[in-house]
């Protein structure tokens, strides 16, 4: 069954991904959130999980205060 589903991206892949919407739309605040989660999901794809996108990028704007 594993073989049918796509690979998932790991932390590291998904927080690189944030990071780069992050940059590119200059999000700096956790109102930026959402916007940024959107983007990284549309990046990610099937790739990840929302849950997770949504959590790093809290963490990232949390700690660009």
Do not use: F
Request: proline share 3%.
């Amino acid at each position: 069954m594993q073989e049918y589903l796509p690979r998932q991206l790991s932390e590291r892949e998904i927080c690189e991904i944030v990071d780069r919407v992050i940059a590119r739309i200059g999000a700096q605040s956790v109102q930026d959130v959402p916007r940024v989660a959107r983007l990284a999901k549309a990046a990610a794809g099937l790739g990840a999980r929302g849950r997770v996108i949504l959590r790093i990028a809290r963490e990232r704007l949390n700690n660009s205060l």
